[in-house]
């Protein structure tokens, strides 16, 4: 049901961008700028604004002047979730309404007020978020989805920068600020190789003598191959090494079953990578990690 709810969201977006990009007169009929007294506006932002402030100074109190930990009644996974999603709710829901009161309400200081703290909430709540993901990634490591989400509450902490920026700049255009920082951070995101960064932090943890778990690290792809054959010669550890000797040793699950060696495990990685070989497919994270894997296996 979660997945139809979601692909439903997806497609009444998309429809509406098709949409909106190919057509010119949807606001012909939409009520002018400032139809509407800023009263009624700025009776329901303060109402709002009231309860945002209340669950602000809890965070602040309970998270961080009390550095306070994990809740006995969860996981580190469901205090991570929550805050999470409690935060994209709260964005969308500030963002719709900055967008709808700016064009319907006349233009008032204490409207701009409101939905200014509004905002500065989110951004304690994108703190909160922070800091339970922080707590999350310290005790299970960098995983794609928490890299992911980091990367979402960037994306959220400078939307919400426009919307603030909206507030007082009515000509600002918005969507295409969304749109082009959306753009822009999703590119930054993929030079950025992900799979590296993963397997850097998680390996650089197992340096300070805690085990890390290489049946991911070794599945994440090229990016993280260097780093991880660093870790195999820090270690000591050869290609004639048996896979499962070495999960057993060094790593944080030992649910390895198999017996073929580390320097077989690596070969399949370098046939996969060759068979990828044409010019026209040609990545350097793949050529590069095949060059480090024949260095290390010879």
Sequence with gaps: MKIVLFAAVIFLFVYGFIVKAGRRDLGANAPKEGQYNAV?????????TAFYLIFAVVQIVYLFMNSAGLPDDMTYAEYARQGFFQLLFVAVVNVCMVLIFSAIFRKSLVLNVSLLMMCICTYIMIASSAVRLSMYIAEYDLTYLRINTIWALIVTSIVMLGVIISLFWRNMPLFRYIFMTVLVMFTLYAFIRPGAVITRYNISQAHDGNKVDLEYVMDIGNDGVPYLIDYFRAKDITPEMVMEEVMSKYSEDTYYWRDDTVGERL?????????????RSFNFSRYRASKTIEDYIK
Excluded: A
């Design 267 to 279: 070969e399949k990685m370098l046939e996969e990578n060759d068979d990828k070989g044409y010019i």
């Design 40 to 48: 009624t506006g700025i009776t329901i932002t303060i109402v709002l």
